[in-house]
């Protein structure tokens, strides 16, 4: 069958032309109609995703929180513990190098009375043997 065979009028070409127009008006709308809700579909994809990272981070973020805190509450105790340690070790040197003190003023005090006694014994020996000896 010839298509140049039926003559159409021009009536009928414009309906033609309009109906093709409108078919492919129809087919390129729902092609960007589907473009659409696949694109709209990934973004509501996306910002599920985006919120589930979003709570994943604020999670974990929260949990670091809270062990960098007790980290911090461990080690804040533990130099407490440190430092009144160094404190009372502190004192106890003081002690004893109080003690200490006594003691070396001690032996000085010790020291200085055999000097004395030692000086007067030399001073007598002197007397004596200027004297001469005793007969």
């Not at 080690?75 to 200490?100: H, P, Q, S, V, W």
């Not at 003190?101 to 002197?126: C, T």
Request: hydrophobic share 40%; glycine share 6%; with cysteine.
């Amino acid at each position: 069958m010839d298509v140049t065979a039926i003559p159409l009028t021009a009536w009928e070409s414009a309906g033609i032309i309009v109906l093709f127009i409108l078919f492919a008006g129809s087919l390129i709308g729902g092609v960007f109609a589907l473009v659409r809700w696949v694109i709209s579909g990934f973004s509501r994809i996306q910002r599920e995703q985006q919120k589930d990272w979003q709570e994943y981070q604020e999670k974990r973020d929260a949990l670091y929180n809270q062990e960098m805190e007790k980290r911090d509450k461990a080690n804040r105790d533990f130099f407490t513990e440190l430092n009144r340690a160094t404190c009372e070790d502190g004192e106890k040197r003081l002690e004893l190098t109080e003690k200490i003190l006594e003691m070396v003023g001690a032996v000085l005090r010790e020291q200085r009375e055999h000097d004395d006694f030692v000086r007067e014994n030399v001073a007598r020996k002197d007397t004596i043997t200027k004297r001469g000896p005793a007969k």
